[in-house]
T-cell receptor, first 111, second 116 residues
Framework: TQLLEQSPQFLSIQEGENLTVYCNSSSVFSSLQWYRQEPGEGPVLLVTVVTGGEVKKLKRLTFQFGDARKDSSLHITAAQPGDTGLYLCAGSDNYGQNFVFGPGTRLSVLP | GAVVSQHPSRVICKSGTSVKIECRSLDFQATTMFWYRQFPKQSLMLMATSNEGSKATYEQGVEKDKFLINHASLTLSTLTVTSAHPEDSSFYIC????????????FGPGTRLTVL
């Protein structure tokens, strides 16, 4: 059974600070997605990474896929209150088979 | 692209009644749709996976007679909560994959069910 762990579970920081969220597994994934979910809404896809060592940037967000495709990180530079939400990573094997979601990291950015 | 809608967004019902939630992929054909349940401050809990024209695959511990799933077309899946009870109150979210590209899941906005 594939499992994804995320750390930290909760993170509360001041506006302007940097942070990194981690997503780890002992399994290899063919692709990994990061989502952000705000209260009362569905998760929104931020990025998909598929190549080991891949780095993708989305404005102040930097996503990295581990070389072995077992882990990933999300780094946010100069966090803003609008970044507040639940960050979920999800991995799949064979490009869409057997999706697995991590438990999420709940981020709170205080003004 | 890749927009998924859910209806209704919010529903309040009396105990013992049945509630139907619709999930539609608006601009793509969804080969697979997923139904999740989410409790406050928690992550997503997969309930079932459905492919168009076939029976849904339920996760362990999810009662298939309680949560009826129908995936009648490539753009529509429905979840019916039968004989709802207060413990069924939750946030229900669907997602859909197109079977193309990286086959990411695209989520609906969710449905808040409150059973009185």
């Amino acid at each position: 059974t594939q499992l994804l762990e995320q750390s930290p579970q909760f993170l509360s920081i001041q506006e302007g600070e940097n942070l990194t969220v981690y997503c780890n597994s002992s399994s290899v994934f063919s692709s990994l997605q990061w989502y952000r979910q705000e209260p009362g809404e569905g998760p929104v896809l931020l990025v998909t990474v598929v190549t080991g060592g891949e780095v993708k940037k989305l404005k102040r967000l930097t996503f990295q896929f581990g070389d072995a495709r077992k882990d990933s990180s999300l780094h946010i530079t100069a966090a803003q209150p609008g970044d507040t939400g639940l960050y979920l990573c999800a991995g799949s094997d064979n490009y869409g088979q057997n999706f697995v979601f991590g438990p999420g990291t709940r981020l709170s950015v205080l003004p | 692209g890749a927009v998924v809608s859910q209806h209704p967004s919010r529903v309040i019902c009396k105990s013992g009644t049945s509630v139907k939630i619709e999930c539609r992929s608006l601009d793509f054909q969804a080969t697979t749709m997923f139904w999740y349940r989410q409790f406050p401050k928690q992550s997503l809990m997969l309930m079932a996976t459905s492919n168009e024209g076939s029976k849904a695959t339920y996760e362990q511990g999810v009662e298939k007679d309680k949560f009826l799933i129908n995936h009648a077309s490539l753009t529509l899946s429905t979840l019916t909560v039968t004989s709802a009870h207060p413990e069924d109150s939750s946030f229900y979210i669907c997602s859909a994959t197109s079977g193309t590209g990286f086959n990411e899941q695209f989520f609906g906005p969710g449905t808040r069910l409150t059973v009185l």
